[in-house]
């Protein structure tokens, strides 16, 4: 699945939450498109027309213009006679029947990634529950682009590689644990499976150099939690990374000593070494 796609299919599923949790009866948004300074509206949900599919509305025109060039939030009460706003999607919002309109925008690393609007199709004021519901749909997004950049840089960065030996080896067996714990703790928050899938293979992949001494089968929390403590986290940083209570992760970290007979957390993690299961 490329960026734009798997960004598309985020935008549908904030949009389909923002009516859920609203009650409006429209809802429609897309993505900037890439090196364009443009959204194009490529999702659309409760629209009874395709006016609005595929338009291409540039930063600074129309209601969500006006929200990608100042990126924050903008909402006007009558689309069609605001002042608020230039006139240029007129037409289309006119034959969608759509009145009060609010526009958010999707801002990751402060750049404007996409907007996610909402829509009656009466004169009224839409207020601050459709507005927050739609700000916390778009930080939704956000947190999943975010997520999804990350387990790309990570997955560009982990190649197999041959056993590195002597000093600098050792430097860069470091940069591929590094890598591997960020992985393992990333792959959690990934909700498309392919994507999780595919950063549970590059884990694989670098482990890959290591030859098992014995078959060790450890789950893949106890896993993760291994790959915090071999990085040098402690067990509340492991928590806060994997999203774990403190607990959870000793209780874990218990597992993974007992069925690699470790008596202490550096034993684990060598034992782990070398069977196969930590780079």
């Excluded at 958010?104 to 402060?110: E, K």
Aim: charged fraction near 20%; aromatic fraction near 2%; proline fraction near 5%.
């Amino acid at each position: 699945m490329t960026a734009q796609a798997s960004g598309a299919a985020e935008i549908r599923g904030a949009l389909v939450r923002l009516r859920r949790a609203t009650g409006l009866p429209v809802a429609f948004g897309g993505l900037v498109e890439p090196g364009l300074a443009r959204v194009r509206i490529s999702e659309l949900t409760g629209t009874a027309t395709q006016a609005l599919s595929a338009l291409a509305v540039t930063s600074g025109n129309g209601l969500g213009g006006k929200a990608v060039a100042l990126a924050r939030p903008c909402a006007v009460t009558d689309y069609s006679l605001s002042r608020q706003i230039s006139h240029e999607y007129d037409a289309a919002v006119a034959a969608e029947g759509l009145r009060s309109v609010l526009a958010v925008p999707v801002v990751v690393r402060r750049r404007v990634r996409g907007v996610l609007y909402g829509a009656l199709r009466t004169a009224l004021p839409l207020g601050d529950r459709a507005l927050n519901a739609a700000v916390q749909a778009a930080r939704d997004v956000e947190q999943a682009l975010v997520a999804r950049e990350e387990a790309r840089d990570l997955l560009a960065a982990a190649r197999p590689r041959p056993a590195p030996d002597g000093p600098a080896g050792g430097a860069a067996w470091e940069q591929v644990r590094e890598a591997h714990a960020a992985l393992r703790a990333l792959a959690p928050r990934i909700t498309d499976p392919a994507l999780r899938a595919e950063l549970l293979d590059a884990c694989g992949l670098l482990t890959a150099a290591a030859a098992p001494a014995r078959e060790v089968s450890l789950a893949p929390r106890e896993v993760d939690v291994l790959a915090c403590v071999a990085s040098g986290a402690t067990n509340a940083a492991a928590a806060t990374r994997l999203g774990l209570s403190p607990e959870t992760v000793k209780a874990y970290l218990r597992s993974a000593m007992r069925k690699l007979n470790a008596h202490t957390r550096g034993e684990a993690v060598a034992a782990a070494r070398r069977a196969g299961v930590l780079p």
